[in-house]
């Protein structure tokens, strides 16, 4: 595992994050059911940069759903940054973190486990890599494409890359 850390206080999404973000969640121009009821967009945007909601019918440009991916990742960032606190972090280890959240939500980081280890004296950072491998399910279901993605962030977030 690398062992080059840093602290994450102001970190936003780097470009690896929101690459690897956008290849799991796929590009759709027009919106549609997540599989759990909530209605996504472009690259897994649920509201709109205004703060609307994401709703049937809606359509988005590739141009422009790259800016509000762009914009999503940042504020999923900042949110886990001011969660996670004064841990310092390997850069890998953010990226797979930020693409976690990302899909998770917020709330659901920053109630987790994961962040409980990362937040333990000492930092317990496989164990929080670990936990990654745990997300793997949607309404109740596990789902191919979720064990997928948790396994490329957690490959990641241990240093030996997506």
């Known amino acids: 595992m690398t062992t080059n850390r840093r602290l994450i206080a102001g970190f ?11 290849g799991f969640e796929g590009y ?9 009821g909530v209605q ?11 703060g609307r909601p994401v709703m049937p019918g ?3 440009t590739p ?3 790259v800016v509000m991916l762009a914009n999503d990742a940042d504020r999923i960032a ?9 841990v310092p972090l390997a850069q890998n280890e953010w990226d797979a973190y930020v693409s976690w959240a990302y899909n998770v939500g917020q709330r659901a980081a920053c109630a987790s486990t994961l962040v409980k ?3 333990q004296t000492p930092p317990d950072y496989a164990g929080a890599c670990r936990e990654l491998l745990k997300w793997t399910k949607a309404g109740g279901r596990e789902l191919p494409g979720l064990i997928k993605r948790r396994q490329a962030e957690y490959r990641l977030c241990m240093g030996e890359g997506a």
């Open 117 to 119: 280890r990362l937040k």
């Open 58 to 60: 809606d359509t988005v």
């Open 78 to 86: 900042r949110d886990l940054a001011r969660c996670i606190g004064d």
């Open 12 to 22: 936003g999404a780097s470009a690896i994050a929101v690459a690897m973000i956008a």
């Open 63 to 65: 141009q422009r759903a």
């Open 28 to 36: 759709s121009s027009h919106a549609y059911d997540d599989g759990v």
């Open 40 to 50: 996504t967009l472009g690259f897994g945007s649920t509201t709109h940069p205004d």
